[in-house]
Antibody, heavy 118, light 107 residues
């Protein structure tokens, strides 16, 4: 069974770039069927899809975050990553990595809280 | 962007009662609608995919229906462990979006 684990700093300052990594185990990140995604949840609020990446490198992202999002995949390390630039307090949230087929998220990481504060 | 609107936002229910949560899409998404359960301090868990497809390991009291723009999640005979927030999610059009959530509380 696939397992995902997020890692990265829990605190960032306004205008900085957030960098998170998701490590995949129990399955292949090079599976042609899966898309590897990021979803966030501000404290006490609902879920927002940030974007997803295929192992081939093709990406889909939420236009609401405009050009602030960069995603990458490292198949040799069984990892995929998210960078979110120009952070503000509105980016404070629990960030989840998740995966599945066809835009469905079958497997989720435990989530990591990122707080943006000066 | 396809907007998903859930109703109600909150429901307080007695154990063994039936729960019905609806999700309305701002445009037709066929059957590309999925339901998740999120308990406090946990990650969301996929309950139903493609509107009505059950998943292995999910209790049979959970079922989904609908197509196009109107969808329903039904919990027959609510159990205390079903206290959670339920989200619908669409993969019928980019960007993928979620409903605002429905919190189910046990009376």
């Amino acid at each position: 069974q696939l397992q995902l684990q997020e890692s990265g700093p829990g605190l960032g300052k306004p205008s900085e770039t957030l960098s998170l990594t998701c490590t995949v185990s129990g399955g292949s990140i090079s599976s042609s069927s899966y898309q590897w995604g990021w979803i966030r949840q501000p404290p006490g609020n609902g879920l927002e899809w940030i974007g997803s990446i295929h192992y081939s490198g093709s990406t889909y992202h939420n236009p609401s975050l405009k050009s602030r999002v960069t995603m990458s995949v490292d198949t040799s390390k069984h990892q995929f990553s998210l960078m979110l630039s120009s952070m503000t307090a509105a980016d404070t949230a629990v960030y989840y990595c998740a995966t599945g087929v066809g835009g469905i998220f079958d497997y989720w990481g435990q989530g990591t809280l990122v707080t943006v504060s000066s | 962007e396809i907007v998903l609107t859930q109703s109600p936002d909150f429901q307080s229910v007695t154990p063994k009662e039936k729960v019905t949560i609806t999700c309305r899409a701002s445009q037709s998404i066929g059957s590309s609608l999925h339901w998740y359960q999120q308990k406090p301090d946990q990650s969301p868990k996929l309950l139903i995919k493609y509107a009505s497809q059950s998943l292995s390991g999910v209790p049979s009291r959970f079922s989904g229906s609908g197509s196009g723009t109107d969808f329903t999640l039904t919990i027959i005979s609510l159990q205390t462990e079903d206290a959670a927030t339920y989200y619908c999610h669409q993969s019928g059009g980019l960007p993928w979006t979620f409903g605002q959530g429905t919190k189910v509380e046990i009376k």
